[in-house]
């Protein structure tokens, strides 16, 4: 795990948005338990930071695997796409002639999720990826495996506010050394740290639980 005292990962955002405890136990404790999802999930990044680092496509620069990182909310990262599109409101780019305005992709092993971790986490890329390059940045693609499809992104007002204060929520646990209590929920069933974090413990007695464990041997 490469975070230091100061900065955290921003991937973490993901883990943070479906459970703080969940967060905490990966990030301040270091437990890990792969499951099926986390291993698949795993390879299908890998992909997309295997390939070619830079390479140009007409009116399009693509960068894989481009690192970044905030100063000011004390993050870092990895994108595992950012393409640059030729336009008059852009930046400069060193050995390309033109503007170009950076536009990251985050690929996704599944599909859609319920809730809005991965527009969270790639909110969370373009807000590093402005604060480096000094511009904005207002929109972005997720593309998932199972659907094929990218799916755009607007970067809103509401969406990087949301994203702010759980950066600021993260640095505030992390400094604490904090993992916030169990609060059971629909989750738990696909959470890869459901052994580890036990979160039936919240609503039964200890022995109870070691008890209905042990019947299943
Ligand atoms: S099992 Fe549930 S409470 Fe525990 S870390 Fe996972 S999602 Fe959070």
Redesign the pocket.
Known sequence: MSESEEYLMLSGIQHFA?????WA?IHIEQQWSENERTVDGKLFHKVAHDAEAIEKRGEIIITRGLRIKSEIYKVSGICDVVEFHKAEDGITLHKYEGLWKPYPIEYKKGKPKENNADELQLCGQAMCLEEMLLCDIPSGSLFYGETRRRKNVEFTIELREQVKVMLEEMQELWKRGHTPK????K??NA????D????KLQNTSVTSYINERLKGI
Not at 18 to 22: N, T, V
């Open positions: 479906y459970c703080r405890r969940q136990l169990v609060k059971p929920q989750g738990c959470c890869s740290l459901k580890i974090c036990v979160p």
